[in-house]
């Protein structure tokens, strides 16, 4: 069982970045998956979910700016992140449970491997 996260690098403010997770070993279908990053010295931050029935949820911090996107057929989950800002910076997780409750919570069924993304000018 594999999440993978990619896509991350550096880009000027309000710039924009998409991000993929490919899962392996198990269905995205029968699970919640979301996005959750880390910046140094910050708590994790639960930023964007998709549950089983396809309902989403965002903080607010990137309300409006980031959409999440899950391909079945491809086991891939998506994060478009547009007009990116200084204080998006962090590594981003991709994580997946039972449902967006749970991730928000931080239980995590499963959890992969995350990538950076650095927001500068």
């Known amino acids: 069982v594999q999440l993978q996260a990619s896509g991350g690098g550096l880009v000027q403010p309000g710039g924009s970045l998409r991000l993929s997770c490919a899962a392996s070993?198990?269905?995205?279908?029968?699970?919640?998956i979301g996005w959750v990053r880390q910046a140094p010295g910050k708590e994790r931050e639960a930023v964007s979910c998709?549950?089983?029935?396809?309902?989403?949820h965002y903080s607010d911090s990137v309300k409006g700016r980031f959409t999440i996107a899950r391909d079945n057929p491809k086991n891939t989950l998506y994060l478009h992140m547009n007009s990116l800002k200084l204080e998006d910076t962090a590594v981003y997780y991709c994580?997946?449970?039972?449902?967006?409750?749970?991730?928000?919570?931080?239980?995590?069924?499963?959890w992969g491997q995350g990538t950076l993304v650095t927001v500068s000018s």
């Open positions: 994580a997946a449970d039972i449902n967006c409750t749970e991730i928000r919570r931080g239980h995590y069924t499963y």
């Open positions: 070993g198990f269905a995205l279908n029968y699970y919640a």
């Open positions: 998709v549950n089983i029935d396809d309902n989403t």
